[in-house]
C-alpha cells in the first residue's frame, strides 16, 4: 500500500490536515524502539487506498529531540510527501522544505492557515512560489476544509524535484531570497464579514451562532409552512371538497367508496383523517407536507447561497464522524425536521451506502418531522415544557448512541468530507427560488406516488380487517412493556399513515402526563409514516429497510419500557 506523509514544522495544522484527509478511521503507534507517537489512516486516492502518516513535527532534518529523530527516519518510507507550512510564518518554515525538495520525493506543499495570513495582511504569490520550488503549492484553512480537495487532486500529479544539495548557509540564504520574492506584508483589518466567518466556524463561537441560526431557520419555515397551508392550500382543498362528496354519493357505500374516499368523520370529508386515496391521500402530501418542504428548501437554499451550510458542515464534521457520516449528513438531518420524506432523500448527498444506511435510519429512528412536533408541543405543552424536553432529550441521545452503534457495526467505509468553504455572500433571489421550485418538484416525482402507496397499503389494511388483527397482536406489548391503556393501540398503528395524526389520537384516551410521553417517544422511533417508509424501500432497497425496521421495532420496546420504569416504574 503507498503511503502519504504529512511533514511540516510543529503547529502547522499537519493534524488537522490529517484529519480532513482520512476521516475519523485513525490509528495511534509508538515508532519501533520508541516511545514518539505517530498516527496513521487511510484515504482514497484515485480510486485506490492508501495510507496517510501524520509524522512528528520537526524544524529540519539534523534532529535536536527523539520526535525529529522518529520523524527524518519515516521519511524514506513515504511515497509521496505533503509538506505542510504555516502561510503566516513562511521564512521560518521554507527551511525543512528546502531540505525536503533535496531528498528527491515526490511532494506537495499546503500552504497551510491561508486565511489567517489574508487576515494578517500577508500576500503570498502561489503560482511564483511553486515556479520556484518546483513541486505543486496549494492554500489550504485546514479547520474548514477549503484547499484540502485541491491538494488530494494535486497529490495524483506530483512529481519528483530537481534540487541540489546546499550548505546550511546557502539554505537560508535561498529561504530569505525566495521570501523576499514571493511574499508581501501590508497592514489590514479584519472586515466584519471575515470576523463573522471566523466566528461561525470556530466551535467555542461557531456552536452557539449555528444554535440560533438553526432556530431562526425553524420559526422561518413553520411560519411559511403555516401560511402556505392556511392560506394557499387549504381554500383549494375547500374548492375540490364538492367534487370529492359528491363522488362518494356516486359510489355509494362499499368498499371502493372506503378506498378512494375514506371515512365521513361527522357526516363528512375530513381530508386530515378520512384516510381515503383521494381524500387524505392528497392532501397529505399536498396541503400538509409540500408547504413545509418548500418552506425548508427556501431556508435551506438561503444557507447555502449565503455560504454558512459549508461552515455547519464543516462545525458538525468531527460529530457526525463518530456516527459514521462526515459534516454533509447535517443537510439530510435539517430536511428530517421539516419531513422525513425529503430528508431520506436528501442522505444521497452522502458518498457511500454505509453513510446512507446510517443517516436514514437514524433520521426514521430520532427526528421527528415538523408537523409532528407541532402536535407533540400541543399534546404536552399544556403538563408542562419538561415532558416535551423528555421527548427530545431521549431523541437526541437516542440518534447519539445508535449513530455510534451503527458506526461500529455496520461494514463498508466513510470517506472524509472536502468541503470548500467560501466567503459569506448576499444570495441571488433568483437563484435562490430556482433551486426551491426544482427541489420541490423533485419532491413532487419522488415522493407524492410513494405517498400514495402507502395511503393505499394502509386502507387494504383496515379494509381486510388485517389492521385490527395487528392491534390485537400488539396489545399486549402496548400494555405490558410500555405501561399504556390497550385502546392506545390504534393509534399508535396510525402512526405508519401519518405520525402526526397519530399524536393527536393520543388525546381522547385521558392518558396521564407520563404515559403521553411514552407514547409519544415511541411513536417516534417505530416504523416511520408510509411515505417514509415507501422512500426508505426506495433509497436503500428492501434488504437494507428490513434491517433498520428490525432496529426501530428493537428501539421502541427497549426505550420505552426503559421510560416507563423511568416515569411510571412497575
Same mark, same amino acid.
Given at each position: 500500500?503507498? =503511503? ?39 484515504? =482514497?486516492? /484515485? ?21 525529529? @529523530? ?46 489567517? &495570513? ?125 367534487? %370529492?362528496?359528491?363522488?362518494?354519493? +356516486? ?56 455560504? #454558512? ?49 446510517? &443517516?436514514? @435510519? ?8 415538523? +408537523? ?23 431523541? &437526541?441521545?437516542?440518534?447519539?448512541? %445508535? ?24 444570495? @441571488? ?10 427541489? @420541490? ?57 401519518? =405520525? #402526526?395524526? +397519530? ?34 424501500? =426506495? ?6 429497510? &428490513?434491517?433498520? +425496521? ?18 411510571? /416504574?412497575?
Amino acid at each position: 500500500m503507498k =503511503k502519504v506523509l504529512l511533514v511540516g514544522n510543529p503547529n502547522v495544522g499537519k493534524s488537522v490536515v490529517f484529519t480532513r484527509l482520512t476521516g475519523a478511521e485513525v490509528m495511534i503507534s509508538n515508532y519501533p524502539g520508541t516511545t514518539v507517537d505517530y498516527t496513521r489512516g487511510r484515504m =482514497k486516492l /484515485g480510486g485506490e487506498t492508501v495510507q496517510v502518516i501524520d509524522v512528528p513535527g520537526t524544524y529540519s532534518l539534523e534532529p535536536s529531540n527523539p520526535a525529529e @529523530a522518529v520523524a527524518v527516519q519515516m521519511l524514506p518510507s513515504g511515497d509521496v510527501l505533503v509538506n505542510v507550512v504555516d502561510a503566516t510564518n513562511l521564512e521560518r518554515n521554507l527551511y525543512l522544505t528546502l531540505q525536503l525538495l533535496e531528498r528527491s520525493q515526490p511532494m506537495v506543499v499546503a500552504l497551510n492557515m491561508w486565511d489567517d &495570513a489574508q487576515h494578517l495582511g500577508i500576500h503570498i504569490h502561489v503560482e511564483a512560489l511553486q515556479r520556484m520550488l518546483g513541486v505543486p503549492v496549494v492554500p489550504t484553512v485546514a479547520l474548514t476544509g477549503e484547499g484540502i480537495s485541491e491538494l488530494v487532486k494535486r497529490l495524483q500529479e506530483v512529481r519528483v524535484p530537481e534540487r541540489h544539495l546546499m550548505q546550511e548557509r546557502d539554505l537560508w540564504a535561498e529561504v530569505g531570497r525566495i521570501t523576499s520574492q514571493v511574499q508581501k506584508v501590508s497592514h489590514r483589518h479584519h472586515t466584519f464579514w471575515e470576523r463573522l466567518g471566523d466566528a461561525t466556524v470556530k466551535p467555542l463561537t461557531g456552536m452557539p451562532a449555528a444554535l440560533l441560526i438553526l432556530a431562526a431557520a425553524f420559526v422561518v419555515v413553520r411560519l411559511i409552512g403555516e401560511g402556505l397551508t392556511r392560506y394557499v392550500m387549504d381554500p383549494l382543498f375547500e374548492l375540490y371538497r364538492p367534487l %370529492a362528496t359528491w363522488l362518494g354519493k +356516486a359510489l355509494g357505500p362499499g368498499l371502493l367508496r372506503d378506498f378512494l374516499i375514506g371515512t365521513l368523520i361527522n357526516g363528512k370529508i375530513d381530508f386530515l383523517q378520512s384516510i381515503g386515496l383521494l381524500t387524505t391521500g392528497l392532501y397529505a402530501p399536498f396541503a400538509v407536507v409540500l408547504p413545509y418542504v418548500v418552506a425548508f428548501y427556501f431556508v435551506l437554499s438561503l444557507l447555502e447561497d449565503t455560504g #454558512y451550510l459549508p461552515r455547519l458542515a464543516a462545525l458538525t464534521d468531527g460529530l457526525f464522524h463518530s456516527l459514521g457520516m462526515h459534516g454533509h449528513a447535517i443537510v439530510p438531518v435539517l430536511l428530517g425536521f421539516g419531513c422525513n420524506v425529503p430528508g431520506v432523500l436528501a442522505t444521497r448527498v452522502l458518498e457511500t451506502k454505509r453513510q446512507r444506511f446510517i &443517516a436514514a @435510519a437514524l433520521i426514521a429512528i430520532a427526528v421527528p418531522c415538523l +408537523a409532528q412536533s407541532v402536535i407533540v408541543f400541543g399534546v404536552l405543552g399544556r403538563y408542562g415544557l419538561r415532558y416535551v424536553a423528555m421527548v427530545y432529550g431521549t431523541l &437526541a441521545l437516542l440518534y447519539l448512541t %445508535a449513530g455510534i452503534v451503527l458506526n461500529r457495526v455496520v461494514g463498508g467505509e466513510s470517506p472524509e468530507l472536502f468541503a470548500e468553504i467560501p466567503r459569506y455572500r448576499k444570495p @441571488a433571489w433568483r437563484t435562490t427560488a430556482r433551486k426551491t421550485w426544482l427541489r @420541490a418538484k423533485s419532491y413532487l416525482a419522488d415522493a407524492v406516488p410513494w405517498m400514495l402507496a402507502g395511503v393505499a397499503l394502509v386502507n387494504l389494511l383496515y379494509a381486510t380487517g388485517a389492521m385490527h388483527w395487528l392491534a390485537r397482536l400488539a396489545q399486549p406489548v402496548v400494555q405490558g412493556v410500555w405501561g399504556l391503556p390497550g385502546n392506545a393501540v390504534v393509534a399508535l398503528l396510525m402512526g405508519f399513515l401519518r =405520525k #402526526y395524526v +397519530a399524536v393527536g389520537m393520543l388525546l381522547p384516551l385521558g392518558m396521564t402526563a407520563e404515559q403521553l410521553t411514552v407514547a409519544v417517544t415511541v411513536l417516534s422511533i417505530y416504523f416511520p409514516c408510509a411515505a417514509t417508509f415507501a422512500v426508505l424501500i =426506495k433509497e436503500l432497497g428492501i434488504r437494507d429497510t &428490513a434491517k433498520a +425496521a428490525a432496529l426501530m421495532v428493537l428501539l421502541s420496546l427497549l426505550v420505552g419500557g426503559l421510560m416507563r420504569l423511568a416515569l411510571m /416504574g412497575l
